[in-house]
């Protein structure tokens, strides 16, 4: 896919170029911080959305994945990036996500600490270059970048509360970043190599003697990624640091999760899949299981969330408990239903950090910048009607728009039809109770059916939660004031989930290419040739043939 060429770096390079020139402007001149750091996120999209597309047009071609040399150092030498195919799901549901959250700054946000676009595009060439490399030492790296700018922007707006969850969440992801150290280093010194597609040849040669090693630094490296995850139990801190954070900063968070995602559904299938010898499903049982404990929990802690925030944090848990069993299964018709799960689920729960700021508005006026709006419950009219003659209040617009984005979150939380939350539950379930013909069908696993049980009632406690939330917020008795909401503030949670809307209607060509994206990554010989084979460009004093 030589076509990408330089474009390829661009995910990585323009957020860092953003970053740096924000860091030396001054902290007062907030509208042209934010104009630079717009624009760029728009760049990014633009620049995601081309690579998906150049990766899709060649996927019929004989190189199926772009790969960047840098240094111009081949692999396994030299650090290389990887375009596939859920590389580039990735990056453009990242710069989608980060469009929304930065636009829904702008309102106040933006203003209530320093440095807030340097963290923020700080933290998208983290995201970005976790996705794109193709060696565990820059993944590290990367992961290191993300996280930095995570620290800053999690305390971001200060406050006892999001200070004291803000260092919970620094002391965990330390942790993490520790025990990340230390499963590469011991993944290193039994296999001598750490560009993935390296080791995925290394891997089914590993002498027995060296295979107990190789699997402790695996399980290592898989428990760091699952705190960013948020499996069951290493999910304690998720629910509080989230639910506490600023809402732009909490709906970009929403993607750091699935960073532990698509590392795990990476590896898994490249360095343990069905050709690693006797490592073949390494840690597919955990996932499986571990999988279904986060979706109870996340489950019980939607039912038992008082406060919004603290409902959207406990959906993450069952979002990533879905995810996390999905690789478990080892199946790939589950894991292209799973990618539009991901897909919807992100989107939802972003908009859902976004609303929830509004919402509570509604229930704690004073708490907020607040217009009162006298008119929009009829108190200005020149004969006031009897109370006892009164047959109903008249639903202030900007209630009546939140009503109906919180109902449409409710909906895709729940997997009602007819968004896209039911579209990727339905084709996760399809996938599960229809055995694949062509490898064989047989019958149905026991824990095939607890997970099924398990997403379904997920579903109902989702729905639950949110009809009681809508009911307090939203059907309670009217104060006499209304927030005041931004059309600044309204239009990203609109476009994320006009975004899930488009997800339904499309959900044909988004489905074929999820399934073509599975099928990918549970056959990746086509992934190990391409990065293997790709050649240095020749240097213009290069001797040339003749």
Known sequence: METAGHLMIMPIVLPLAAGAVLLLLDE???????????VSALALVVIAIALLRLVDN????????????????????????????????????TSVLALASLAFSLARWHKAGPHFHTLFQFLLMGLNGAFLTGDLFNLFVFFEVLLAASYGLVLHGSGPLRVKAGLHYIAV????????????????????????????????????ADR???????????????VKAGMWPLSFWLPGAYSAAAAPVAAIFVIMTKVGFYILLRLSLLLFGVDAGA?????????LFGGMATIAFGAIGVLASQAVGRLAGFSILVSSGTLLAAIGMADARVTAGALFYMVSSTLTIGAFFLLTELVERVQDPAAHVLSVTMEAYRDDMEEPVPEQEEVGVAIPGTLAV????????????????PLSGFVGKFALL???????????GGLIAGSTWILVALLILSGLC??????????????????????????????????????????TVQGGPMMRYMDATAQSLHSPADYLRDVLSTQPIPGPNAPRDK
């Not at 107990?212 to 699952?226: H, Q």
Request: aromatic share 8%.
């Open 430 to 440: 399809t996938a599960m109770v229809r055995p694949d013909p062509v490898a064989g």
């Open 212 to 226: 107990m090693l190789l699997e402790a630094g695996a399980a290592v490296l898989g428990v760091a990624f699952l």
């Open 28 to 38: 007062r001149r907030h509208v042209v911080k934010a104009v630079i750091s717009i």
């Open 402 to 417: 939140l009503g109906i984005c919180f109902a449409a979150c409710g909906l895709l939380l729940a997997g009602l039809p």
């Open 462 to 503: 989702a729905l639950i939660g949110t009809m009681r939330a809508g009911i307090q917020i939203f059907w309670a008795p009217i104060e006499g004031t209304v927030p005041r909401v931004l059309l600044l503030e309204i239009a990203p949670v609109a476009f994320l989930l006009t975004l899930c809307l488009l997800m």
């Open 58 to 93: 060649a996927f019929a071609s004989s190189a199926t994945t772009g790969v960047y040399l840098l240094g111009n150092w081949p692999a396994p030498f030299g650090i290389v990036l990887v375009l596939d195919r859920l590389s580039a799901l990735m990056l453009v549901l």
């Open 173 to 208: 992801n330390l942790a993490a970043s520790s025990l990340f150290l230390i499963g590469v280093s011991l993944i290193y010194g039994v296999t001598g190599t750490l560009n993935m597609a390296d080791l995925a040849q290394r891997i089914p040669a590993v002498p027995a």
């Open 279 to 287: 490592t073949a499903g390494f840690g597919d049982s955990w996932l």
